[in-house]
Structure formats: C-alpha cells, structure tokens
C-alpha cells in the first residue's frame, strides 16, 4: 500500500496562479521528498524535507511540513505552463529505513493553461 | 556525467518470455533501486540494492530478480513475463550526503509490454 497520498489527485489552473498539492502519509518519517514527472519521463527531485524542518523554500516552491497531523503541503507559486507535471511525493521508512527505500504517493497531475 | 541510464526505452515480450533490464549509473552511487508504475499511480519499490553484492526485496518483488556484482550496474530479471508485468520500469540511484536523507535520481524507464 502506498505510504503517501496526494491530494488533489488534478488540478487545473491558469497561467500566473498559485497551485498547492497536499500530501498525507501514515507512519514517522526522517524525511519527504517531492518529485516531478513530466508525462513519459523519470522523476525530478525538486525538494527535500527533513522531519525536524517546518518550511523550506527553493526558487518558486514552497514546501511545509506537519508531523503531528501527518501531511505536508508543496506550493508553486506563479505557475508557468512548463510547471505542467505530475507531481509525488515521497517518504522514508523512519528509522527503519534502508536509506534508499522511497513510498511514493499517487501523485497530483497539475495543468496550467496558458 | 550521463547519470542513470536505462536499456532499452521500448520492449514488447509474449507471456512466458524472460529478459533483462539494463540499468547503470556513473555517479558513485551506493544505493540503486527498481520501480514499476502502472497507469495513473505512483512508483512502486521492486528491488534495491545497498552496495554491489548486496540486494533486497521491495514491496512488489515477486516474478523479478536483481543482483549487483559492480557498483555501476543493476540489471532486472523478468524471469517468465504475464501481462500483469505490463508498466513502466524506472531504475534510480541515491547517495547519501547525511545521516538518512536520500535524494534519488531516476533513468528515463523503460516501457513494457507484455501480450
């Protein structure tokens, strides 16, 4: 079964909005990642996120995390038609990890309409 | 540096056939990993690897085999393809630059078909 689970699972949004995906998942984590897939390619890591850390940002992303509810959020902000991706999210095994095992979640396929 | 790189990008097999996957990365990486994603989802774990010679299991291992004899290199095994193995195959690598934190890096993938 699948460690994490986006919401929403599309999104549709015009040109210059803001898009925010949602990600729950159920058990600890050291970290989330979120990763980018543009439709036929591999996945793009775009962030990481550490399970001390409550915000990170990098360029026109914004990334949150919340422990204690078990989620976290990836905002795009400005959104350009070249943002039209799937978008996952992905987290560790906790301290059970093997450091390379990734759960991902379903992922948001995000459209922005020019 | 070519990063990950995956053979072929294509293949169509009839059920029963076998073949293997090509998968190899030229950054050092100690850990490498095989996922499968079918329509519409997100990528399932195969198998992975922690360093050459050293393989497990992931969430979906069953009608696959991995080994690791080099660092570079970690071909998937279909040993008797069913058309339930139909997906897209995507081999990635990771290092580690602090205590449990993983970026990975994929290949293109490798889209199966399996009749």
């Known amino acids: 079964s699948q460690q994490g689970e986006e919401d929403p699972q599309a999104l549709s949004i015009q040109e210059g909005e803001n898009a925010t995906m949602n990600c729950s998942y159920k058990t600890s984590i050291n970290n989330l990642q979120w990763y980018r897939q543009n439709s036929g390619r591999g996945l793009v890591h775009l962030i990481l996120?550490?399970?001390?850390?409550r915000e990170k940002h990098s360029g026109r992303l914004r990334v949150t995390l919340d422990t204690s509810k078990k989620s976290s959020s990836l905002l795009i902000t400005a959104s350009r038609a070249a943002d039209t991706a799937s978008y996952f999210c992905?987290?560790?095994?906790?301290?059970?990890?093997?450091?390379?095992?990734?759960?991902f979640g379903g992922g948001t396929r995000l459209m922005v309409k020019p | 540096n070519a990063g990950v790189t995956q053979t072929p990008k294509f293949q169509v097999l009839k059920t029963g056939q076998s073949m293997t996957l090509q998968c190899a990365q030229d950054m050092n990486h100690e850990y490498m990993s095989w996922y499968r994603q079918d329509p519409g989802m997100g990528l399932r774990l195969i198998h992975y690897?922690?360093?050459?010679?050293?393989?497990d299991q992931g969430e979906v291992p069953n009608g696959y085999n991995v080994s690791r004899s080099t660092t570079e290199d970690f071909p998937l095994r279909l040993l008797s393809a069913a058309p339930s193995q139909t997906s897209v195959y995507f081999c990635?690598?990771?290092?580690?630059?602090?205590?449990?934190?993983?970026?990975?890096?994929f290949g293109p993938g490798t889209r199966l078909t399996v009749t």
């Open positions: 996120i550490r399970s001390n850390e």
């Open positions: 690897s922690v360093g050459a010679g050293i393989t």
């Open positions: 990635a690598s990771s290092y580690s630059y602090s205590e449990l934190t993983y970026e990975q890096y």
């Open positions: 992905a987290t560790d095994g906790g301290s059970n990890n093997a450091g390379n095992m990734l759960t």
